[in-house]
């Protein structure tokens, strides 16, 4: 079976934020930065996302303002397409079609309709070498234009956005290696510049970054040896001269001179932001504890607010270089994850390492990180060489009331120091509270553990290179002043041989545990129920069948062996030779996901363990082997998927690659409707006439519904997704208060439109029957007199004591008499 076209492979939560470098809009209210396949637009004060601009199918390279318009920008992507976008209504205006990956874009006042992007010398992503050309943008009234009017500028440069444009795009400046050069547009020529390799000092003269100053003819460029340079009089190749800078003691990784260039900003793996007084080298200013490494520093067009983007992937936003005002935290990716990917069963948040000693729930359908917590709480100090406790395990029980975590610390000369921690959910504080801590709970290294899903008893099991597997029993006190508390249930081993990997059924009345290459499988009760072989090499993993499927237990090995053993008759039901790096079972489903290591690339097939044939299958997944995955449970689930698609129905499958992106799985139904959610809302006609479908802007009432108050109502649908827009949407977005209560109001009121349209044919009756309504109007007037005292000599003021009225008003009086009311009742009902 193949893989079909309408599953694709994208970043869906999780991106990296720090990938380029991000940009402040001119009002400095939002802050735009690359989000794997997506552009994200974050507000600058209350660091919630107020659009995914989605619409590029590959990785987005570079975002820049439109020179011409302050409420675009253009963004960039590997699929070879510039787009341009209103990022303040989240609007796609037009999409640019290059036809070359492209890696990074620059644009320029001086330079109008032009854009610049970084493709690679030949037409293949492969390649090693790359250019930056000009873009001429064509006019058209398209959504789509092919842009193949392209001319080279500078050859041999950078992908990673190395360059910067001087004194308004007179001149462009790029770094790479030991080499500077900049070209000049109206002399259409360029200058190199080299520095040697190293001195005796050993100083690293590499380049790693480059800023032009905006009015004036420098160049700042930046060092691996922490040096900044400030090029002049480079206009001529042999006169140039250039002064030095230094603070920084490992390398400058990004450069910004302020808009009216005035100060330099720099930063590196200090995670300090220095301000260097441009006119006064000498005087600089420091920001100092920011966080990780900085990579990248942006400065707003008027110069009140800077962000520096993080090695851990992080966007801090800086008013004036005075005090942080936000901070945008993105999932924290280290060199790799010790835990595996699990999912909190309460947030339906991903759990997995972030900060050192720290545990990140980071919420996959929100793409935002919720909190931290710290396991090993204990004060961080960054130093290499220095062994530190590093959180190794996590899991959750099926409720999401315990968490149960390892962390371990290795130390030359010393044995091996284990914390198993168990960490009870506190209702007050909506976050976990540590209630046990074992010391030493095995005397090696804990390679496995998991809890038992059975309803009854909350048990945990861990199993170690000691030889032994162990039982953890929640005992509850809650009659006594003790509380909750855990102890040592069981411990098992078999014929001292190690356990690598454990698993418990569905309904948790068995647990399979892997000695080697033997499969144990016990009861409840802690009694060796049988053991099962296979052929030769270590089971590497086990995984019980669920649902239907429940009487398979799946394990593999590590000769290339995926095995499948039937429960009920105690034997290999069925077994294939491949190299399954990882097993994954969704627990919503029967699926299974097995990632197979084959010629440095991943394979995915996902099966039911009782079908022969793959429900889903795509070769190359991605390069190198896929260590860890996880099903995530999806909020609504997908409806008329495909058939081959309906594996994606209930969950989403997500996984890290060998470099550390998260990736996961998108169905073209699934991409329809977020496209479709990402339209304008609007209501559907059957919604019922509501003060709710008035605020929310889709007015269109009828006569027959205003004259007819008895007619039927169409009940508004439970969930409906107006409601559920205007209830959940940040409160940044909405209106102030008074301007959504005035509107309220108003929809409660009766529309004039109806009364508008027969007011001039309403007005020539009344012409016409004022004579007959006047003369009519006495006539009743007299009786009325003469009904209440028989008397006629009254006159019209002395009436009951009640004021006199003018013919006009009498008029006016009767013209009411004639409207329709009935208004009233249908606005009692609501």
Not at 206 to 226: M, N, Q, R, Y
Not at 298 to 315: M, Y
Not at 330 to 337: D, R
Not at 512 to 531: H, K
């Amino acid at each position: 079976m193949v893989a079909h076209a309408e599953i694709r492979v994208v970043h869906l939560g999780g991106s990296k934020i720090n990938f380029r470098e991000p940009v402040i809009t001119n009002d400095s209210r939002f802050l735009l930065c690359a989000s794997g396949e997506s552009v994200k637009v974050y507000s600058s004060s209350s660091e919630e996302c107020v659009h995914d601009l989605q619409g590029h199918t590959d990785l987005v390279s570079g975002i820049v303002r439109n020179p011409s318009n302050h409420l675009q920008v253009y963004s960039c992507s590997a699929d070879g397409t510039v787009r341009l976008w209103d990022f303040t209504d989240g609007i796609l205006i037009k999409t640019f079609i290059i036809g070359y990956p492209i890696y990074s874009i620059y644009v320029s006042e001086n330079h109008g309709g032009v854009v610049f992007v970084v493709v690679p010398m030949a037409n293949d992503k492969s390649s090693e070498l790359f250019q930056l050309v000009a873009v001429h943008l064509p006019l058209s009234g398209d959504q789509e234009v092919e842009a193949r009017e392209l001319s080279a500028v500078l050859c041999d440069v950078s992908p990673s956005g190395a360059a910067s444009f001087g004194r308004k795009g007179e001149y462009i400046a790029a770094v790479k290696g030991l080499q500077l050069e900049v070209f000049f547009f109206k002399k259409q020529k360029s200058y190199r510049f080299f520095l040697k390799s190293g001195n005796k000092k050993g100083a690293k003269n590499a380049f790693t970054c480059v800023s032009c100053h905006p009015k004036e003819d420098c160049i700042a460029t930046g060092h691996e040896d922490g040096k900044i340079r400030l090029w002049r009089n480079f206009n001529q190749k042999k006169e140039y001269t250039y002064s030095t800078l230094h603070w920084h003691h490992g390398a400058v990784n990004t450069l910004q001179f302020t808009p009216e260039g005035t100060n330099l900003l720099s930063g590196g793996i200090e995670s300090v932001l220095v301000q260097w007084h441009y006119t006064q080298e000498n005087q600089k200013d420091f920001l100092p504890r920011l966080g990780g490494a900085i990579t990248h520093i942006a400065v707003s067009p008027d110069g009140s607010l800077f962000c520096t983007s993080h090695s851990d992937n992080k966007i801090t936003i800086i008013q004036s270089f005075v005090k942080v005002s936000a901070i945008i935290q993105g999932l924290v990716k280290g060199e790799g994850v010790r835990t595996d990917l699990t999912i909190d069963p309460r947030s339906k948040a991903l759990v997995l390492n972030g900060k050192p000693g720290h545990l990140q729930f980071y919420s996959l359908h929100r793409d935002k990180l919720l909190y931290n917590l710290d396991i090993v709480q204990q004060e961080y100090i960054h130093e290499e060489g220095l062994d530190q406790f590093e959180v190794v395990k996590a899991a959750f029980d099926t409720r999401g009331d315990w968490l149960a975590t390892v962390e371990e610390r290795t130390q030359k000369g010393s044995e091996l120091e284990i914390n198993l921690k168990l960490w009870a959910y506190d209702e007050q504080t909506q976050s976990f509270m540590l209630n046990t801590t074992v010391t030493a709970p095995h005397e090696d290294q804990i390679t496995a553990m998991c809890f038992s899903p059975s309803p009854e008893t909350t048990m945990l099991v861990t199993i170690s290179f000691d030889g032994h597997f162990k039982a953890w029993l929640l005992a509850d006190h809650s009659d006594t002043k003790e509380g909750a508390s855990w102890s040592c249930d069981f411990v098992g081993g078999y014929h001292h041989l190690k356990p690598g990997c454990c698993c418990f059924s569905a309904d948790g009345s068995l647990l399979a545990v892997g000695f080697q290459e033997v499969v144990t499988v016990w009861s409840a009760s802690w009694e060796l129920l049988t053991t099962l072989s296979q052929p030769p090499g270590a089971i590497r993993d086990l995984c019980f069948g669920r649902l239907s499927c429940s009487k398979y237990l799946l394990g593999t090995s590590t000769k290339n062996q995926l095995c499948c053993w039937n429960l009920l008759t105690c034997s290999m039901e069925w077994s294939t030779p491949v190299d399954v790096s990882l097993l994954q079972a969704d627990p919503l489903s029967e699926n299974m996901a097995a990632f197979c290591s084959q010629s440095g690339c991943s394979d995915l097939f996902v099966f039911k363990p009782g079908e022969p044939r793959p429900i889903y299958s795509q070769k190359a997944l991605c390069t190198g082997k896929v260590q860890r995955a996880v099903f995530a449970p999806r909020d609504q689930m997908l409806e008329s998927c495909e058939e081959h698609a309906q594996w994606l129905n209930r969950s989403q499958l997500y996984f890290f690659t060998q470099h550390m992106d998260l990736m996961t799985f998108s169905t073209k139904t699934e991409e329809d409707r977020l496209l479709a959610s990402s339209k304008r809302l609007m209501v559907d006609d059957s919604v019922a006439v509501t003060p709710f479908y008035l605020l929310l802007g889709k007015h269109r009432q009828q006569q027959e519904s205003l004259t007819n108050p008895m007619a039927e109502r169409i009940q508004l649908p439970q969930g409906s997704i107006a409601i559920k827009e205007l209830l959940y949407t940040p409160a940044h977005v909405l209106p102030s208060a008074s301007f959504l209560c005035s509107m309220f109001v108003r929809s409660l009121l009766i529309s004039s439109s109806s009364a508008s349209e027969e007011k001039e044919p309403v007005e020539e009756e009344m012409e016409s029957e004022e004579e007959e309504e006047d003369s009519e109007g006495e006539a009743e007037l007299r009786d009325a007199r003469q009904d209440l005292g028989g008397s006629a000599a009254w006159g019209p003021g002395e009436e009951l004591g009640a004021p006199a009225l003018t013919k006009a008003q009498e008029r006016e009086l009767r013209r009411v008499k004639h409207f329709d009311h009935s208004w009233l009742s249908s606005v009692l009902e609501c």
